[in-house]
């Protein structure tokens, strides 16, 4: 319908999990069938994605057109057409400018917001024809800001960058060209929602509320950030708040429902500094909550300065990351249980029997915050990896119908602004004898730390996701023209031609402004 209305450009707003690549893949066999293209160009921000895309394409269009990896095949890529490149391969030297602007007739940018920004842009507009962006941020749910003076608060930043990208995909209106949230795929069947814990001790709970406490983005690769106050890190890094963070998630984590291992998951930390010790501790805990059956690779740290990190995610994935569990010999599972990281295992990543999700760090990105919740939401069947159909009636439950989000940062209230949650738990210590927990999965008797004067926990509430799922994923933007229409000052600027000075208006009182 758009491109019957004579548009050009087109922008797909698709949750993580809704199948944004099969998609795609549709409409560029439509592009190409009907002759409106003859070579399409497919962009991603990430060497993972391109792998991913590329087989997906080949999968699902071999029978029809040709897909390669411009890396691979820069000598005989126009024997294809479709080519899948990163965006920084083809700015690495400006390589971008080796095609002529009509090599390719529809451009589409996956996860938009990332690959139009900065310098990337200069790629995405060299090529002429039509362009379809790709992305699973909503529009603006971000809740007001009150930033300190000079600090430079992130959802500000990337509230601007949301806003460009509908600007450039020609949906100014702020509405995208076609939708789909994570609400339809759960209403629809497709998706499952979490069961937030939302879980802070003593010193996360005082550092959320200390003034100046805010987070920079470093580097998108790894997500690194930097915590303004200088005893954050020291508070932050403590080994009494590091354990009392792994055992509340290893007491409450979802189990594998074939095993009642721990189910797979994956742990968000900090910085590489501070997966590493996640992971020794994960480790230690596990030793003794498990006797015998672990030998340190219950946990595994996933990050970029450790020697074939792609690789481990791939082997995660594929339920054979330290070989497969040993408790039952007839079912495929990874032997490592968690996966530690801290940037990696976030967009385009695809583990669909993913138990539990933990954000042991704030989280001040709404993209990256989806991203995260969205490693989760896909569904996925249990029983397809019990080789021996005979014992398929042993399992109770073998549909994956929800996963656990813990939060020990309150990152899902920073974006939803309010909860009633629904349930409050406790943690006290296990004691010899006790069975379970409130949501009845067995669980083992917690080790002794009481050497180590541990961080309390201030508190742990359980909050089922309903069918109106997160506000985070339907909260849409405020429409900010009409804001910007409304200022007789920015009007008379405009009206006298004084463009730069109607800009620094509005830098200068309407962006400092948030509400």
Partial sequence: RAAAEGKDRYLFEMATGTGKTLTTAAVIKLFLRTGNARRVLFLVDRLELEDQAQKQFTRLLKNDYTSVIYKENRSDWRKAEIVVTTVQSLLFNNKFRAFAPTDFDLVVSDEAHRSINGNARAVFEYFVGYKLGLTATPKNYLKNVKASDGSHDPRDIEKRILLDTYRTFGCESGEPTFSYTLLDGVNEGYLVNPFVIDARTEITTKLLSEEGYAVIPLDESESFETYEGRHFEKKFFSEPTNKTFCVAFLQNALRDPVTSEIGKSIVYAVSQRHAAKLTQILNEIAHKMFPGKYQSDFAVQVTSNVQDAKQLTINFANNNLLGTSQIDPEYRTSKARVCVTVGMMTTGYDCPDILNLALMRPVFS???????????????????????????????????????????????????????????????????????????????QTPDYENFNPDPLKKVEHTKIGPKGMRVDRKLFERFEEVVKADDVIKSQVEEGNWNGAAAYLARVIFDKPE
């Fill in 366 to 444: 709404p993209s990256e915050f989806v991203q995260i919740k969205g490693r989760g939401t896909r569904r996925h069947n249990f029983l397809q990896d019990l080789l021996n159909r005979d014992r398929h009636d042993e399992v109770d439950e073998p549909e994956k119908k929800t996963f656990r989000f813990f939060d020990f940062f309150g990152n899902y209230e920073y974006f939803e602004e309010h909860y009633d949650y629904d349930q409050t738990l406790e943690l006290p210590a296990m004691r010899a004898g006790d069975k379970g927990d409130s949501q009845g999965q067995p669980q083992p």
